[in-house]
């Protein structure tokens, strides 16, 4: 499937700094005209929070904000419908600035072990220690992503849905890295087949669209991630290292897209856009491949979501994204 998807030059990660819907509904589909996304602002508070965000879309579980962070709990409360209140109003917005719209539009959530990592148990720890709560919230997840998918193509008919899905603590699941409630230890490492078995079966919710997984922390496991049939790997470019570019070469040859964060996340001075894509025509060297195939491989981005960020440096930055991309195009060499 991927490899026969035009990826669009490129697009946002997610959040956006403020608290206006309409705002960022005309940011995000303003700057990236053929490749939008729904955007999420997280500083209107939790259940406009990354993780909060994907609690309201689950199915059957149900989860409230304690002082520690997102505890399961048995029923829908406060906390949960104004999660799915929040995510309305962006829908809402989206909708209305997508009329018509055409062509490929990007929506997020968080996936299933950076959520197993963040929500706690009625025992207070991470649903991460228990194999079988791991179960079934990769499965509420799946359906809820189910249900979501659905109403976006219905607000938006048009539309190519692209579906992301938020792993930044994925590579701390998969090494043990994880801390516990009390914080003197950490959670065992989970299985790799089992962390890319789960990711499968979430990434075949989307019925043979293209999902995409975003990580902004360091290595990045891109050979699990193409095993588990994602179409494309979005990452903070200023962390990949060369121990990652044999993973890189394989994933560029095998069709998976990259989305290389190179514009900063936070308030940070711009160069150039030529010099923002510097470091991927220099890996492009080193890893021997063919310069016509940069803008066939590479979607550029912000290096991770928005939302500590000034309002007009997050402006800024979304331009930024779209010249680097256009400098990339025109000169891969």
Request: proline share 7%; charged share 25%; net charge negative.
């Amino acid at each position: 499937m991927n490899d026969t998807l035009h990826f669009p030059p490129a697009t946002g990660i997610g959040s956006l700094p403020g608290t206006d819907a309409r705002e960022a509904a005309k940011a995000a589909t303003g700057s990236f005209e053929d490749f939008p996304h729904l955007p999420e602002l997280p500083a209107r508070g939790p259940g406009a929070d990354m993780i909060g965000r994907t609690v309201g879309l689950l199915v059957e579980l149900y989860a409230r904000v304690e002082p520690s962070g997102w505890r399961i709990g048995d029923r829908p409360g406060r906390d949960t419908r104004r999660a799915r209140s929040w995510l309305g109003e962006d829908l809402d917005a989206l909708e209305e600035f997508t009329q018509g719209y055409e062509g490929l539009l990007k929506v997020q959530a968080v996936g299933p072990w950076t959520l197993a990592a963040a929500l706690e148990l009625k025992n207070g720890e991470a649903a991460l220690s228990d194999p079988g709560a791991c179960r079934d919230l990769a499965a509420s997840l799946a359906e809820g992503l189910r249900l979501h998918l659905e109403e976006v193509r219905r607000r938006v008919p048009g539309a190519r849905l692209v579906l992301q899905l938020d792993e930044p603590s994925l590579t701390a699941v998969l090494r043990g890295q994880v801390k516990t409630a009390s914080g003197y230890r950490t959670h065992r490492a989970v299985d790799r087949q089992t962390v890319e078995g789960t990711l499968r079966d979430v990434v075949g919710v989307h019925d043979g669209g293209p999902v995409v997984v975003h990580s902004c922390a360091p290595d990045v496991p891109f050979a699990l991630l193409r095993r588990a049939g994602v179409a494309g790997i979005s990452f903070d470019f200023s962390l990949l290292t060369e121990r990652d570019d044999e993973a890189i070469g394989e994933a560029v040859e095998g069709g998976t897209r990259l989305f290389a964060g190179v514009v900063p996340g936070a308030d940070a001075p711009l160069s150039d856009p030529a010099g923002s894509v510097m470091g991927v025509r220099t890996l492009w060297r080193r890893l021997g491949l063919r310069p016509g195939l940069l803008p066939e491989a590479v979607t550029v981005t912000p290096a991770c979501g928005l939302a500590g960020a000034s309002p007009g440096y997050a402006r800024s930055a979304y331009a930024h994204c779209v010249r680097a991309a256009r400098s990339l195009a025109d000169n891969p060499e």
